[in-house]
């Protein structure tokens, strides 16, 4: 069997690499992180005009109509220079399920947008307690529309975001997917901190106007649907962010010397950074195939799990072993490796982290007939 990407999107890849190898620099990222924005928009815009994207959006409404595999290899980079640029939320979670779910007009008002950078999407599947497709928010309806009342956290780009897709309870049993405008009344969102440093949001509703997709009663299967693409997302920025951190440690070690000798020939050295390796492409090859049973239509749920596992487990102990083998450099917010250590940990706690996979992948099995 063929595991080997296209020439199209071997040059997705390229596409992404050059754009963003050549934009988001060291000094570029410090010098963003000392301001106010909250999105790189120049690089945003750069990536709109290349149309990555919309790389998988279907071309009636400007894409490229190619598929997820293509995104994760967008994001793959977006790890690897840890971009501040909300392609996970923006396309992954907000304009795919809109693309799947949403009516025709829904897709011609808000996805062109999408595809030329000038609207940001997200969605607001975080609960305190909750499980994303049982949410405690709820939506009642309010003559030819829905008002939405509860509280969302830990919303990604969620104080960049134009819209915000939320799901919420349309009844005892039964859960919608609406799309909220943060600036309506009834809504307030607010700033929440987190491990990278890049922040999110906490959404409060309180008689907010929804937008409803699909059915009334569609929202919990479109949120396991976007929660499994999302996951799949966080794993090939986990690949890039590895891959990266593996790539800065090799070259620091090759030329930091110690008794007169580089420190990668000292055979512990070797061996830390033979095992950050070995995980790197466990991470790697447990994504893609994630990413390609999704792409090719197919059940997904065991690969998406033990995908997460590794970017979970494995990536800590990659940027751990990176940051180790750097000595005191390595924990140096003037050094780059910094950022590396803070998304890695930032992927491992969104949507599960290593236990809550492994619970996951017990029960598929339990459940497996004997």
Not at 95 to 120: C, M, N
Not at 135 to 154: H, N, S
Not at 346 to 366: F, R, V
Request: glycine share 12%.
């Amino acid at each position: 069997m063929d595991f080997s990407f296209s020439e199209e999107q071997e040059a997705v890849r390229d596409l992404a690499r050059q754009i963003l190898g050549e934009r988001v620099t060291h000094e570029r990222l410090k010098e963003f992180e000392g301001g106010t924005e909250l999105v790189d928009r120049a690089t945003w815009a750069e990536l709109a005009k290349a149309n990555l994207l919309g790389i998988a959006l279907p071309e009636d409404v400007g894409g490229s109509g190619l598929g997820f595999i293509e995104v994760c290899l967008l994001l793959e980079q977006v790890g690897r220079t840890a971009a501040p640029l909300p392609v996970l939320p923006a396309i992954v979670m907000g304009a795919l399920p809109l693309a799947e779910f949403g009516s025709a007009e829904q897709r011609s008002r808000y996805l062109p947008g999408v595809v030329a950078g000038d609207l940001i999407l997200t969605a607001a599947l975080v609960e305190f307690g909750a499980d994303p497709a049982r949410p405690t928010t709820v939506a009642r309806p309010d003559g030819d529309g829905w008002r939405l009342d509860g509280v969302k956290i830990c919303v990604p780009a969620g104080l960049s975001a134009d819209r915000i897709l939320v799901p919420a309870r349309t009844g005892e049993d039964t859960v919608g997917v609406f799309l909220v405008d943060p600036d309506a009344g009834g809504v307030t969102r607010q700033r929440q901190d987190t491990t990278s440093g890049r922040p999110e949001a906490r959404l409060e509703l309180s008689g907010a106007p929804g937008e409803l997709i699909g059915g009334a009663g569609d929202g919990a299967a479109i949120v396991e649907w976007i929660v499994e693409r999302a996951t799949v997302g966080l794993c090939a920025l986990a690949i890039g962010v590895c891959e990266e951190a593996l790539r800065m440690t090799a070259e620091y070690t090759k030329t930091r010397e110690q008794f007169d000798r580089p420190i990668a020939t000292f055979q512990a050295v070797g061996q830390r950074a033979a095992d950050a390796y070995i995980d790197t492409e466990a991470i790697r090859l447990t994504a893609w195939q994630a990413a390609w049973r999704i792409s090719a239509g197919l059940p997904a749920a065991h690969e998406v799990a033990i995908a997460k596992f590794w970017a979970a487990e494995g990536g800590q102990r990659v940027v751990h072993a990176a940051v180790h083998l750097h000595g005191g450099i390595g924990v140096d917010k003037d050094y780059p490796l910094h950022r590396y250590f803070l998304l890695a940990k930032q992927i491992e706690l969104t949507l599960g982290g290593t236990t809550p996979q492994l619970l996951k992948i017990g029960a598929m099995l339990a459940a497996e007939p004997v």
